[in-house]
């Protein structure tokens, strides 16, 4: 991140040009002592002479200020990683202040102000409070507003609009998230086999594999996170709940999921246990909870984005992805919530004094509270 620093450019530009603080002075109008205060930060140039001197210099005002009002890709990843860990380490309100400091400073740069509000809304919960949860919620749902309002990205812009529904989702408003969301809901079309078609037909075989690789590893994502979502709504259909839980099953099992993607199978697994105990089924809610723990404490870290045997060509995908492999959270965090998940989750208390569901608890304890990621 870059600060204003018109001195350094001054005289960086100067020396370029091969000029004296003379010229400059001549060309401005003004003495030699004011262009060398200028140059060494004493004072600064009179606004009006801003334009004279990007001018003399050939830059823009911006560049002669030596502010960028935009952060790079990679600066944005970086700060957000570096944010993420602090929200995990450090207290709430300081990191919610930098997160307001840094959004201000770069109110234009819309990717950077997605993202800030990205961080708020995966660490909300952690204020510890509810009011303030709802407080920050709403200061997410303002900076995604703004992104969807201001940027010219469409991409960006749509999924703005969707963490504004979930913003709104979170703070208890539905109708809200329908009338943002209901006219949305149109027949998906894919651009990945066209692409991949063209690539192919110009002799570029690898890269129509690693388009379509990076289209399946999405569908096949979005299409598990859907089962997984529908299964709690079925619970007033036995029936239709044991379906869904076993084509949620199968495609975890097709994609080896438990290698390549635990973390959508933490959830699958959470909610069908507590679809089975509202469907009165003890037993075989335990069994998906240990399972659960079986996952959670077992060999599936550092928790990141990645390829496989399968998917052998994606890791250039993921790279380019805003976040890279990160994680949206820091795993200190996702690992607690893990244990939270079941241990403090209302749908379980009823199992609160079976013995097998104490030794979960215990083991979720050990191994998530105590310690952190390797």
Not at 8 to 37: F, W
Not at 127 to 153: I, M, N, Q, W
Not at 209 to 216: E, F
Request: with cysteine; charged share 25%; glycine share 4%.
């Amino acid at each position: 991140m870059k600060e204003i620093n018109i001195a350094r450019t001054i005289v960086k530009m100067r020396r370029e040009k091969g000029l004296t603080q003379e010229d400059i002075a001549n060309y401005i109008g003004v003495s030699k002592a004011s262009v060398s205060k200028w140059e060494t930060g004493q004072s600064y140039p009179d606004i009006t002479f801003l334009p004279q001197l990007a001018t003399l210099f050939n830059i823009s005002i911006d560049e002669l200020m030596g502010y960028e009002p935009q952060m790079s890709k990679e600066d944005i990843r970086k700060l957000y990683v570096k944010l993420s860990a602090d929200f995990a380490s450090k207290p709430f309100d300081e990191v919610l202040n930098s997160c307001r400091e840094i959004a201000k400073k770069y109110f234009s740069c819309f990717h950077l102000l997605f993202h800030i509000g990205l961080l708020l809304v995966n660490n909300s919960t952690e204020s510890g409070d509810k009011e303030k949860t709802l407080s920050v919620l709403s200061e997410a749902k303002e900076l995604f507003v703004r992104v969807k309002t201001e940027s010219d990205d469409a991409e960006l812009v749509q999924l703005s609009l969707c963490m504004e529904a979930c913003c709104a989702l979170m703070m208890g408003n539905p109708n809200e998230v329908i009338e943002l969301l209901e006219g949305t809901r149109k027949k998906i079309i894919s651009s990945e086999t066209i692409l991949a078609s063209a690539y192919q037909m110009i002799g570029k075989s690898k890269e129509a594999k690693m388009t379509l690789q990076a289209a399946i590893y999405q569908h096949m994502c979005n299409l598990f996170s859907a089962l997984t979502d529908y299964l709690l709504l079925c619970t007033d259909t036995p029936e239709q709940f044991d379906k869904t839980l076993k084509r949620a099953n199968d495609i975890a099992e097709a994609f080896d999921l438990k290698k390549l993607h635990p973390s959508l199978l933490m959830k699958l697994y959470i909610i069908a246990a507590q679809g089975y105990m509202m469907l009165g089924s003890k037993e075989k809610s335990l069994e998906i909870l240990e399972k659960y723990t079986e996952l959670v404490t077992g060999d599936i870290y550092p928790l990141q984005l990645k390829g496989d045997e399968y998917f052998n060509l994606i890791d250039q995908w993921i790279e380019e992805l805003d976040l890279g492999n990160a994680l949206p959270r820091d795993e200190k965090i996702i690992r607690k919530s893990m244990a939270d998940g079941v241990i403090n989750n209302p749908a379980f208390t009823i199992l609160a004094d079976e013995i097998r569901f104490r030794r979960i608890a215990e083991k979720l304890k050990n191994n998530c509270y105590q310690q952190d990621a390797p």
